[in-house]
């Protein structure tokens, strides 16, 4: 079966720092891995997403995702954060090889960002 | 374009009443989902359905839970006999039909419904 992981409920990063978002999984296969963010009062937004190849993998806003095979991790990072990055952040896996599209996500987590 | 629709954006519903939820996808995608966003709870999996094959239920709470696709398009997320922990956002969501050998699309969101049973 697959499942998600975020293991922070909430991460705190000052502005101009970089912040990492945790996100690990488990699939019977290899998985499609994404990550989506929601901001106040708005739908659930694509950020970015893991296919193949390069394990490093940059999105939407600056965001960028690091693939670990070997620790079943997909990180999700930003350089240097803004407080407009503030918002809930998901992790969601599908199995690649299943055929079918369902897509499994994480608890989430809220990032804020400081001033 | 237009994106994933949802209808009604809140409902407020009496205890033992059912209600009725609908999604309707961008036009074009085969795969719609639903999925039930709880306070701390992140996004639970309720349904999906793709194209014309039998839909995943796996995710459905209870038999009171059930969902429709009607002509591959709109669906309906019916709750029968609501109680107080069926309040929630419910999340409507919509994916593009997958090239040949991928599935690797993702998901297209409504804003949703949010659900308050009292």
């Known amino acids: 079966a697959q499942s998600v992981a975020q293991p922070e409920d909430q991460v705190n990063v000052a502005e101009g720092n970089p912040l990492t978002v945790k996100c690990t999984y488990s699939v019977s296969g290899n998985p499609y891995l994404f990550w989506y963010v929601q901001y106040p009062n708005r739908g659930l937004q694509f950020l970015l997403k893991y296919i193949t190849g390069d394990n490093l993998v940059k999105g939407s806003y600056g965001f960028e995702a690091e693939f670990n095979k070997s620790q079943t991790s997909f990180h999700l990072k930003k350089p240097s954060a803004l407080v407009s990055d503030s918002a809930l952040y998901f992790c969601a896996v599908r199995d690649r090889y299943t055929g079918g599209f369902k897509t499994i996500f994480g608890a989430g987590t809220r990032l804020f960002v400081k001033a | 374009g237009a994106g994933v629709s949802q209808s009604p954006s809140n409902k407020v519903t009496e205890k033992g009443k059912d209600v009725e939820l609908r999604c309707d996808p961008i036009?074009?995608?085969?795969?719609l989902y639903w999925y039930r966003q709880s306070l701390g709870q992140g996004l639970e999996f309720l349904i999906y359905?793709?194209?014309?094959?039998?839909?995943?239920k796996s995710g459905l709470p209870s038999d009171r839970f059930s969902a429709e696709r009607t002509g591959g398009s709109v669906s309906t997320l019916t709750i029968q006999r609501t109680q107080q922990e069926d309040s929630a956002v419910y999340l409507c969501a919509s994916s593009f039909p997958p090239r040949t050998g991928t599935n690797n699309s993702p998901l297209h969101f409504g804003n949703g419904t949010r659900l308050t049973v009292t």
């Open positions: 359905f793709q194209g014309n094959s039998a839909p995943d």
């Open positions: 036009s074009g995608h085969t795969a």
